[in-house]
């Protein structure tokens, strides 16, 4: 085993941007990343990348083969690694105890007993993955039960990244959070880690705490930024029943230095793979500690973000006529929002599903997401085509439904659009996202998300 070797179990969302980010600011390290997914291997060892993410394609050649390797071999790469990420999928349980709620680990167990059962020499295992505060403990008693008296100091590491701007918020992180048992093999292991992050990240922003308020804080951010989403649409129901136009409420509201102006865009909803199961967790374990008025309230972020999805497609079928029963409906985005492919969670999902259930034929358009909007609506009943183009989208289309913020909707030529569609043609914008006064002139029915709707009827 090299000092300088890390492992990360599951080359995912998380995983293969953050390891591709050490191997390149780290080069005196050999990182691999080991997946049991092959086809996810293949995609990392090829031109086309299984995921999209702005600069990540340059960040990974400029280590490839020479610091940073993509393997299959997990077993091996266990064996020679001293420091072992593990990033593997932590989706909320289906089934037993817990279920809707808790998260599920099971990926998380067998790749600790792997671990523990490969493991020749002591190792610094960390938690990449979010995982319910106090796992870090559980996974500890986990790989201590090894027989080999070897021993294992584990860490908390949450990642903090956004899809869309990873390679970015890696390079440049408000913060690097570790935390550590409070013991001196933790602390020994701790400053292990920090030294491979103070490669790029200033001191002062690499934070260290134990190990729980790690965890803990990862579950806090994410439910709090949800909690601005949700706050802010609750206002853009308000909104639209009242004639105050939420656009210029969050500008007002954002610009007290308290309140801040970020995470206050009025949408369809939020989507991804954190927010929801990260909140879900944070309920499930208040609801386990006897807290019932804490987790009736951070649930009800949950529950504001499920209205307003159905809000955003019952509107539509109000204003066209009460029915969409036949009617061809543009789907302008799929990804949960802009410069991803990622559909998880994805607002689009839910809203085709009740477009579908209301006899709607979908088209849909989405410059990154395409293949992954097919496996989600694989099992919808119902006409759905998946377009290339988004003027093949509309043609015939009744109404456009924008979904998610691509910058290049703003761009079309809508002229062009309206003259493709049927009469009269109506376009819901769930992002707030286009010149909706030049639409409105160009002859559609508009309907922004928390304004006044400017239509000819
Ligand atoms: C989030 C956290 O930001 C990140 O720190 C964590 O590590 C993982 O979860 P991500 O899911 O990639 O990242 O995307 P984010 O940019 O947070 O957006 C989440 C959802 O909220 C998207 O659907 C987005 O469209 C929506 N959103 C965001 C809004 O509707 N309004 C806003 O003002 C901001
Ligand atoms: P995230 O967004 O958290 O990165 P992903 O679902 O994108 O989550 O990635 C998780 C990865 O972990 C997947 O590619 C999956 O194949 C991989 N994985 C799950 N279990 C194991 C395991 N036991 N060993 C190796 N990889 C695993």
Request: charged share 25%; hydrophobic share 40%; net charge negative.
């Amino acid at each position: 085993m090299d000092k300088k070797s890390i492992l990360c179990i599951g080359a995912g969302y998380v995983g293969g941007p953050t390891m591709a980010m050490i191997a390149a600011q780290c080069p005196e390290y050999k990182v691999t990343v080991a997946d049991i997914n092959a086809e996810r291997i293949a995609g990392w060892n090829s031109d086309t990348l299984p995921i999209y993410e702005p600069g990540l394609k340059e960040l990974v050649e400029k280590s490839r083969g020479r610091n940073l390797f993509f393997t299959t071999d997990v077993e091996k790469g266990i064996r020679e690694a001293r420091i072992i990420f593990v990033s593997v999928n932590t989706p909320t349980k289906t089934f037993g105890s817990g279920a809707g709620k808790a998260a599920d680990l099971q990926f998380w167990e067998k790749s600790a007993r792997l671990i523990a059962e490969q493991a020749g020499e002591d190792k610094i295992v960390v938690e990449k993955s979010t995982l319910p505060v106090r796992a870090a403990e559980a996974i500890h008693r986990i790989l201590q039960s090894n027989t080999k008296g070897l021993n294992f100091a584990v860490l908390s590491n949450p990642e903090f990244l956004a899809e869309g701007t990873a390679v970015a918020d890696l390079e440049n992180p408000d913060r690097v959070l570790i935390g550590s048992m409070v013991t001196p093999e933790g602390h020994n292991a701790l400053e292990e880690l920090v030294e491979i992050y103070a490669h790029w990240v200033p001191r002062e922003k690499i934070l260290t705490t134990n190990v729980w308020s790690s965890e803990m804080s990862k579950l806090v951010s994410n439910a709090m930024l949800a909690q601005r989403i949700s706050s802010i649409n609750s206002i853009s129901a308000l909104c639209e029943k009242t004639g105050a136009d939420i656009s210029e409420v969050s500008h007002a509201v954002g610009m007290d230095s308290r309140v801040g102006s970020k995470f206050l865009r009025a949408g369809v909803g939020f989507g991804g793979s954190c927010f929801k199961k990260d909140i879900l967790n944070l309920v499930y374990l208040c609801e386990c500690c006897n807290l019932h008025e804490v987790a009736a309230y951070w649930e009800q972020v949950v529950l504001m973000n499920e209205y307003q999805k159905r809000r955003f497609a019952e509107r539509i079928v109000k204003n066209m006529f009460n029915t969409i029963s036949g009617k061809r409906i543009a789907v302008f985005g799929f990804a949960f929002k802009a410069d991803t492919g990622d559909t998880r969670e994805s607002p689009a999902i839910h809203i085709s599903e009740l477009l579908l259930g209301e006899c709607a034929t979908l088209a849909i358009y989405d410059p990154k997401a395409l293949a992954n909007a097919k496996a989600d609506l694989a099992g919808a009943k119902g006409t759905i085509e998946y377009c290339s183009d988004p003027y093949e989208a509309a043609k015939d289309a009744h109404a456009i439904a924008l979904l998610t913020d691509w910058k290049e909707f703003a761009g079309y030529d809508y002229r062009k659009i309206f003259s493709l569609m049927e009469k009269p043609a109506f376009l819901f914008d769930g992002r707030n996202i286009l010149n909706h006064k030049e639409l409105f002139e160009i002859g559609f029915n508009v309907y922004p998300l928390g304004k006044q709707e400017l239509t000819h009827l």
